[in-house]
Each structure stands twice: as C-alpha cells, then as structure tokens.
C-alpha cells in the first residue's frame, strides 16, 4: 500500500513538472491559456517546474532507497511527459488542470506516507 | 555525401536505420514482452492444470526431501553431468529434481513427494517455451550465436541512429512537448520525435546494456587469450568462486546432501532454496547450495547475492560461502553486475518492470513510427532513390512494415493461441510452439505482400485485436480458466496477461479505425490539396527532415 502511494505521488509530480514547464513555454501556454505569457509567469513556470520534477525524487527515494529510487525517477520522468504529450493536443485545458490537481494530490499523498510511517 | 554535417547525419539516419527498423521493432517488441515472461509463463503452463497445494499442508522438511532427492538421483542417474534439485517451500510444496546424463543429452526432471518419495512423473505442467520464447527471440531470434550476432549488429545500429537522431533534431527543446494530431507526415514525425526525446534516458540505457550483457560474446578475445577459451574460469575468477573442478574419472560416492544443507543453512542463517551438483558420483563433484533470498531487500538493490555456499561434494569440505548482499569481483565486474541488472529488472518489483513496460513499448512505435514515416513521406512525393526500381522497392519497403510491425503483434498474440491449442501430450510441444509462431509470423509477409497496403495494415491490425479479444474465450474453452476466475482465486499473474492483451486489442481497433480514415481520405484529401495552408507545414517538414 505505502508503495502504491508513492508510486503515484511520483507519477503525478512528474507529471505536473512537465506541465509546469510545458507552461513556460510561449506555444504552448498560448494552446492552454489562448495568450502569450508574461515574463514574471515564463520564470515562475520553469522554476515550479524543475522544482516540482526535483521533488519527485522524494517518493521515489521512499519506497525504494535513493539508488533504485532514481532509476524509478527517470522511468516516471518519461511516463509523465509522455502522458503530457499526448493528452495535450486532445484537451489542453484539462491536461493542465490535471497538472494542477496533480500538485495537490501528490502532496497529499506524500502527507499520508509520512504520517502513516 | 551530403553537404553538411547534419545532412549526412540525416542521411545516416534515414537509410542505417531503415533496414534494421524491423529487426529492432521485433527485439523491442518482444523484449518488452520479455519483461512479463514470469507472468507468461504462468499463464502458459496452464495454473488450474497444476493442483495447488492446500493451506493446512505442513511446512515440508526440507532436509528430509534432500536425502529423498538424493536417493531418487543416485539410483536413477549415478552418473550425471548436473543433478538439481529446487526445495518445497509453502508455495510450492514438491520437491523438484533435475538433471542431465551429458552435455549432448535431454534435460529430465520430476517432481518427488517431499515425504514419502513417490515419483508424480514429470512435472504436470503444460510443457511450454512461455515466456521465454519472447526473451529468446528478443536476444538471438532463436537461432543461437547467429542470431546473438544480428541482434548485437542491430544494437549498434540504434546507438547510432539515436545520435544522429539527435543531431538532426534540430528543434529538439521548442519541439519538447509537440504533437500535433490530424496533420499527416508532420504528426508521424512529431509522434517518432516525442516518443524517442521523451524516453532517450531509457533507450541509451537499454540498448547499452544489452550490448554490455553479451560482452563475452561480442568481445572474447582477452578472455580467450588469457583463459585458452575456458570461459567457465574465466567467469569463476572475477566472481572470486573456486575454479571449476575437472572431471577425474574416478569414482567416489556424494556426500549426504541433507548434512550439507544443514552446514550451509547454519553458516548463511537463511533456509536453503536450491541445491546443485555438478560431476556427481566423480571424485571431482562438487555442489553448491542457494538461499532464499528475502523479497523487500531483492527489490531495493540492483546487485549482491542471496548468499550460498559451495561444497566438495564427496568429502563436504565448505569450498566457498558467499553471504547475502556481498558483491563480489573488483569494480569492472561490479558495474557490469549493475549493467545486467538494469537490463533485466531484477529490482524494484512490479512498478518497474510497468515503467520498462511503457518506455520499452515507447521505443517500439519509435522504430514503427519512423519507418512508417518513411513512407508516409514517400507516398506523398516519391524521391527516385532507386531510379526505375523505386516503386518495387517502395512496395517491399511497405510489406515488410506491415508484416515486420502488425505481423509480429499478431504472431505474438497468436503465440498466446497456439500454446492453448497445440494439445498437451505432444511430443517437443515446445518446438511446434515456436515453428508454429514463426509460420504465423510467415504468412502475415505473405498476405502484407499480396494485399494492397492500407488493406494489409486494416486486415493484420483487426486480426490482432480479434486473437487479444478472444484470448480469454479460448482459455476458457480450452482449459476452463479465465480472467476472473484468475482474479477470485488471487492469481493476478494470469489474470493481468489476459486484460493486458484485451488492452492491446482495443488499442489495435483504434490504430485499425485511424488507418481505414486515413485511407479514404487520402484521395479527396490530394484532390483538395494544393495551395493550402498545410502546404507550409510541409515545406516546414521537408526542411527538418530531408
């Protein structure tokens, strides 16, 4: 069970970094938001993005150890985008909201694993 | 030669790749295949067919079944190349013995009661390649060094078309997250770009090595030079075990295996799983007993053993004890160790091997995408390559894609069908297995080569999704198991096979549907065309992919 959490703690965060950044860039916050960023949100994008792909390491790191952990990371990093990928030409909006609520959950499960630990 | 260095690099790309495009679809398909091939092997071998042992079973006394083993083997092969014997355990609570009179001889095993003795014949199970027909076929294409050879050639091939790939990607981070559906060549060449950029830390790796694995193989020479070709010696030099012993052609009884076990259960602290003799009945023989090794701690580390011990097996003198988690041989040995565990998952349990499941099918409609693309490009404006020969060499080109990337998913779920209905009691079933697998495979080259192509591609893609929608029909029909009878008994090995093929079948339907589309469009589509806004894009694409 404790696995299962983690596992998708990690999916959804890279899955939400890879948003993050696919929001910084000007085609694609322009397929999603229908304007060009502004340069503060370019920047914040990218920084929540890396960060958000960063974290990701975490879960992983927890249910398997850091050495395995991070052969996990890169398995999920392109699970991730290429979930982004093909879903964003579908529904552009949904995929991005799908990012976002990935934050939220992603968090939440982590919450779950540490204080069920 | 082109003019630049990404021209020729295109060029490299484009034409090195196109004639291994279907050997490496093949040993990525079936490789990624290979990553369930426990969960396949159980289907095949038929779970409802082998009597599951019942909960109040005592645990069996494992030192009692290594004297029983040992009486059935000294009576029925005294003198043998290999004996072995697998322990019961809770899971499976015969005691399995095996063994092999020489190197030119059959395999023989049985399985024993633990207890009494008695002899249940050979194993109950459906006799089955499983499994491992796709891991075979992934390496070798079954036909042993040949095949390790091509398939070694290949691999190199895929290095160097995902470096040249990279070097003609010229919009390789603006392009990241890009695809762009519904827009012909430029879809296909976004998909084929997405799907390799997106799992390229994955693809180096696993084509490496696999080439890494084989070392031995692709180059032997300093272990020839140094070792006269004695690989055996070679190998038990840098794991740091006790050389092979040679046979001395004199006769000398084995040791009690049971006092053996005892010795090495109590100098590891772990219960023994696997027993193995080699030269039993020689003065040479020696034996080597595994342990079982502890399910969270194999999941979170890629090397080390599960500790064994190594004994003369006539006089029961310990040779060698390696304990659980010591990794031994120096530092080349050790990465090559990681190496091979990170090209056979042997870590981190089901989660890992799905993730090697997507990536490795990833790389799979990479090579689909791009040879694929090939043509798309081709069809739209044919570029004279092979001056007078262009449209017989177009038209192979198009069997073989059909044949090389729906044909094998056809024969590989045919596969699935053949090992339920070839019957039981067949002599080298195995073999007609796999002749029947490659017949199959055959004839989807003949029917892509007599069918227009678009019809090739419908009619082999709707034979796939029919044989993954039905497998669980024709289980039940043939062995009166099915998936949620899987499920109910908690056997979520042959369940999963059976919901992942019907998967599969969906997906097929889908691709099916997307090229039936496609070829009813494209006539009104080229009568529509010219002067329209694709005509950019496509200046666009020729530009980037030329």
Redesign the interface.
């Given at each position: 069970m404790q696995?299962m959490l983690n596992?998708f703690a990690a999916l959804l965060l890279c899955y939400a970094g890879?948003t993050s950044?696919?929001l910084a860039?000007d085609?694609?916050h322009n397929q999603v938001l229908k304007r060009a960023p502004v340069a503060a949100a370019r920047k914040g994008f990218r920084w929540a993005g890396w960060l958000l792909l960063a974290l990701a390491v975490v879960p992983c790191a927890w249910?398997?150890?850091l050495?395995?952990g991070v052969?996990?990371w890169?398995?999920?990093?392109?699970?991730g985008?290429?979930a982004?990928?093909?879903l964003?030409?579908?529904g552009p909006r949904f995929a991005a909201m799908l990012g976002a609520g990935g934050v939220a959950a992603s968090l939440l499960l982590m919450l779950i694993v540490k204080v069920s630990a | 030669m082109k003019n630049t260095f990404r021209q020729s690099m295109s060029w490299l790309h484009t034409w090195g790749s196109l004639w291994f495009a279907w050997i490496l679809f093949a040993v990525f398909f079936t490789g990624t295949l290979g990553v369930f091939d426990d969960a396949i092997s159980h289907w095949m071998r038929d779970p409802l067919a082998v009597t599951a042992a019942s909960d109040d079973t005592p645990p069996p006394d494992r030192l009692q079944a290594a004297k029983i083993g040992q009486a059935f083997l000294e009576k029925n092969a005294p003198k043998a190349e290999f004996w072995s014997m697998g322990l019961p355990n809770e899971d499976n609570t015969k005691l399995r013995v095996f063994w092999r009179d020489n190197p030119q001889a059959e395999f023989q095993n049985r399985e024993l009661d633990p207890v009494t003795g008695e002899d249940a014949g050979p194993s109950k199970e459906r006799k089955t390649e499983g499994g491992h027909h796709f891991v075979h076929m992934h390496f070798e294409f079954h036909a042993g060094d040949a095949g390790i050879w091509l398939v070694g050639v290949a691999a190199m091939v895929m290095l160097v078309a995902l470096v040249s790939g990279i070097v003609v990607h010229k919009k390789i981070f603006v392009d990241f997250f890009t695809f762009r559906p519904g827009k012909g060549q430029r879809s296909w060449l976004d998909s084929h770009n997405a799907l390799s950029v997106l799992t390229l830390p994955f693809q180096f790796m696993i084509v490496y090595t696999g080439v890494v694995a084989f070392a031995s193989i692709y180059m032997p020479s300093a272990a020839m030079v140094r070792y006269n070709g004695d690989l055996d010696h070679f190998f038990a030099d840098i794991q740091e075990r006790p050389a092979p012993r040679q046979v001395k052609h004199v006769d000398a009884p084995v040791a009690p295996l049971d006092g053996l076990v005892t010795a090495a259960e109590g100098r590891i602290g772990r219960e023994a799983r696997f027993i193995s003799v080699s030269h039993p009945g020689d003065a040479s023989a020696s034996a080597r007993i595994f342990m079982r090794g502890d399910e969270a701690e194999m999941a979170s580390r890629l090397r080390g053993s599960n500790g064994s011990v190594q004994f003369d097996a006539v006089s029961g003198e310990i040779l060698d004890a390696e304990m659980p988690g010591e990794i031994r041989g120096a530092g080349a040995f050790s990465t090559f160790q990681s190496m091979r565990a990170l090209h056979f998952v042997t870590f981190g349990g089901y989660t890992i091997k799905w993730l090697y499941f997507i990536c490795g099918m990833a790389g799979a409609a990479m090579l689909a995408t791009g040879s694929i693309l090939f043509m798309v490009k081709r069809r739209k404006k044919p570029a004279g390559e092979f001056g007078a020969s262009t449209a017989r060499v177009y038209r192979v080109v198009d069997a073989l894609n059909v044949a090389g990337i729906a044909g094998l998913m056809l024969a590989s779920v045919g596969y699935f069908w053949i090992n339920r209905l070839v019957p039981a009691a067949l002599p080298e079933r195995e073999g007609w297995e796999i002749g029947l697998f490659f017949a199959l495979w055959f004839l989807t080259l003949v029917h892509a080569s007599l069918r227009p192509t678009m019809r090739g591609w419908i009619e082999q893609l709707i034979g796939t999704a029919f044989l993954c929608l039905a497998l669980p029909l024709i289980n039940v029909l043939t062995t009166g198991d099915n998936f949620i009878a899987a499920l109910a008994r908690g056997d979520g090995e042959s369940a999963g096979v059976e919901l992942t093929a019907m998967a599969s079948g969906l997906l097929c339907i889908v691709a099916a549907r997307f090229v039936h589309r496609k070829s009813v469009q494209a006539p009104q589509a080229a009568k529509a065309k010219a002067g329209k806004p694709d005509a950019a894009v496509d200046a666009d694409v020729e530009a980037e992919a030329a």
């Open positions: 696995i596992v890879m950044l696919c860039m085609r694609h249910a398997w150890g050495s395995i052969i996990a890169f398995g999920f990093l392109s699970a985008a290429l982004l990928v093909f964003l030409p579908y | -």
